[in-house]
Structure formats: C-alpha cells, structure tokens
C-alpha cells in the first residue's frame, strides 16, 4: 500500500508537470493547417491563439486537448489517492507549474476541467455564479 502512494506521488510531481508543458496545441495547430502557433501573433500557445490562426476545428481541439490534461491529472491523483481529494488539486497545480514553465501558459481551460472532475456542484455553483455576475456587471 505504500508503495503505491510513492508511485502516485512521483507521477503527480514528475509527470503531471511534464504532461502540462507539451505543446498539444502547437503540434495541432501546425498537423492541421502546417502555421507554426509559436511565430504567429504574440507567439502565445493558447487556446484563444489556436482559434484566431488556425480556427474553429483547430481551436476547438485545442480546447478538447488542453481539458484532457485537467482531465487525467485529477484522475492519476484519484487513481493513488481515492479518500485524498488534496491530491487531485495538488496534481492541478503540477499540471500548471509545466504548463506555464514550458509552454509559457497560464492553463486556464486545465484547470476549468479538472475542477469540473474533481468537484462538479461547486464548479457548476461556480460557473451560474460568476454567470450571473458578469451578466449584471458587464461593461458595454
């Protein structure tokens, strides 16, 4: 059984930022329309730039991508760790540290996404919440 928790962790602390840094939206963005995202606008690899150069198809698998990785950093933390839920959080911030320490991004759509897994009332309280808020509160 301890063993296992050092698997976990060394998975959550080595992988999770590893996984976060690879450029999936990059290597879409030029297998589907052959622009490097890295030399175009500002040079961002996010999901907003993927939609502006490469597109609808492109962006939205950008954003398909980019919440896989939320996705399955909170399930590897389930996975070692089910009574644990600390972990599944921990494993989100590890997944951002690569994000914005390799790809140089802020891993916003990450992690929505793995909130959305690991806790699906407060994130939607979450999101009719700040709906609401911003339809009140918006700017013209």
Known sequence: MM???VWGSLLIFFICPLLGGLPLISWITYALTGRQLAKLGTGNLSVSAAFYHGGRLVG???VLSEAF?????VLVA???F???PVWELLSLIALVMGRY???KGAGTTNVVWGIVVHDP????LVFL???ISFTINRDR
């Open 60 to 62: 939205i698998l950008a």
């Open 3 to 5: 063993l296992n928790r």
């Open 78 to 80: 389930r996975t070692f």
């Open 101 to 103: 320490w390799i790809a």
């Open 121 to 124: 009332i407060t994130a939607g």
């Open 69 to 73: 990785k939320g996705i399955v950093a």
């Open 82 to 84: 089910p009574s644990e």
């Open 129 to 131: 919440i700040g709906g």
